[in-house]
């Protein structure tokens, strides 16, 4: 089945503890992008990456970083979380520019 | 740059009843245009899209939205809703000459059916 997993679903963390969350696809999608959403904002889009090596910011990307070492896996990674960043976060793939997203099912952060 | 405005945060419905969703959108150059439809606890789902031709757009589960270039909307369908469409609908655009598939969402609109 074609999906884009990520894991944890859920996750409590503490200020400043480093965290990752995965994230794969298996439809070997080249391009790959982060979202965080919360209420009444809609997504924005954290991070992006075209291909393999190659990742660009979107428009919230401060306190993130991302690698892509590999087509289907797309980490977030946030070195030092905090509590602005509790928030419901996606990750979703797709054969390219303007092609429609698949997404996963979600990560719900929360740091306390 | 681009926005989207989603005008409803909420809209309830009665079951069977018609709906419309709207959506507004700015932006310096021509658009993609979409709608993804998120049920609980799950990840967004596209539900359709207009990248050209025929303004009237079909998508999944009986919906449609009509693109509207003069009052830059593109809103959203269904002529009798069910229980099962309870779900939060975002509106999102791309320009056309993206490289990076920078979709820009609403805040969304959350549909209530109510039997």
């Known amino acids: 089945e074609a999906q884009v997993t990520q894991n944890p679903r859920y996750l409590i963390t503490v200020t400043g503890k480093k965290l990752t969350v995965t994230c794969s696809q298996n439809?070997?999608?080249?391009?790959m992008s982060w979202y965080r959403q919360d209420p009444g904002l809609g997504l924005r889009q954290i991070y992006y990456?075209?291909?393999?090596?190659?990742?660009d910011k979107g428009d919230v990307p401060e306190g993130y970083k991302v690698s892509r070492k590999e087509k289907r896996n797309f980490p977030l990674i946030l070195e030092s979380p905090s509590p602005n960043q509790t928030s419901l976060y996606f990750c979703?793939?797709?054969?390219?520019?303007?092609?429609?997203?698949?997404f996963g099912n979600g990560t719900r952060l929360t740091v306390t | 740059a681009q926005s989207v405005t989603q005008l409803d945060s909420q809209v309830p419905v009665f079951e069977e009843a018609p709906v419309e969703l709207r959506c507004n959108y700015s932006?310096?150059?021509?658009?993609?245009l979409f709608w993804y439809v998120q049920y609980p606890n799950q990840g967004l789902q596209l539900l359709l899209k207009?990248?050209?031709?025929?303004?009237l757009v079909k998508g999944i589960n009986g919906f449609e939205a009509e693109f509207n270039k003069s009052q830059t909307s593109f809103h959203l369908r269904k002529p009798s809703v069910h229980i099962s469409d309870t779900a939060e609908y975002f509106c999102?655009?791309?320009?056309?000459?993206?490289?990076?598939?920078?979709?820009?969402f609403g805040g969304g609109t959350r549909l209530m059916v109510k039997p």
């Open positions: 979703a793939s797709s054969t390219g520019s303007n092609s429609p997203l698949h």
């Open positions: 439809m070997n999608h080249e391009y």
């Open positions: 990456s075209m291909n393999v090596e190659v990742t």
């Open positions: 932006s310096s150059v021509s658009v993609y």
């Open positions: 207009y990248l050209s031709g025929s303004t």
């Open positions: 999102a655009v791309t320009p056309w000459n993206n490289a990076g598939n920078m979709l820009t």
